[in-house]
């Protein structure tokens, strides 16, 4: 921890910290942690109040096609099962396998989220405990869980996701199972845009120079991180779990809810969304 934090992002007319520029450059593990940490602290109050009603305060959507888990069943039966929850913004999710019965844990790098984490845990009478980590460095014993998870949570974050991944197995216990929504990579190629029309390659799948908003002095405020189907499998097979399934889901019929770049219409025709099922060795 520095001993004086940095001073709170400014924020744009949308809420949203604000940045002075945009960069395609390497990130380490300790630069990408500290923007993203100060990001989702200044980003929390805006996110929620754009995103917060489709997630709702109780209940677990994997990712913006409308996929849930009350339908997906990915994790299995929860009852009565140990299970970590890692990115868990604002903790529907976790709140959600609370009320399915599961011993939930959830856990966010960012302060930010986690006191909107708190305040959703006292308004909807649903209590998880919250932790403050990092993904990478989790503050838990081995195989203390039978399940962890994350939407979006974390793993698209950090720069080295294989010994982010090597953190969740460790704290499985053996048998346990991972499951993850991420940013499908195919996503990375194309403009930043819900239009279909928009669909056109302005960069190369295969670069993986992280996404990188600056202030004006060049410092990282927001840290994306890219990696190829292959490189996901790589780090998943790499961190010792055994990789179950790569689930891709469409867009739900009727949804019409869009979330930056996802929407009906990109929906109909490209994947956002990729789900990784893995499960720790017995
Ligand atoms: C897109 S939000 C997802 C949260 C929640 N599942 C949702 O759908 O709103 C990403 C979350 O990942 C968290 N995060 C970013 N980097 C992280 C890291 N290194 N370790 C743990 N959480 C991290 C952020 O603070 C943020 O709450």
New binding site residues.
Partial sequence: MPPHPPPPLPLGPDGYPAPGGVARRTTGTAES?RA?RRW?DAAAPAYLAE?GPD?GDVDFLWCPEGLRESEAHLLGDVRGRRVLE?????AP?ARWLHRAGAEVVA????AG?LARAAGLNRSTGVPVPLVQA???ALPVADAAFDLACS????LP??ADVRAALAEVARVLRPGGRFVASVNHPFRWPFPDSPDPRDLRVESSYFDRRPYVETDDEGTAVYVEHHRTVGDWVRAVVGAGLVLEDLVEPEWTPGRTQEWGQWSPGRGALVPGTLVLVAGRRT
């Fill in positions: 942690r993203n989702w995103h997630l890692v990115g868990c913004g604002s999710c856990l966010d790098l960012s989220m990092d993904v990478g939407a979006f949570g974390g974050f950090v």
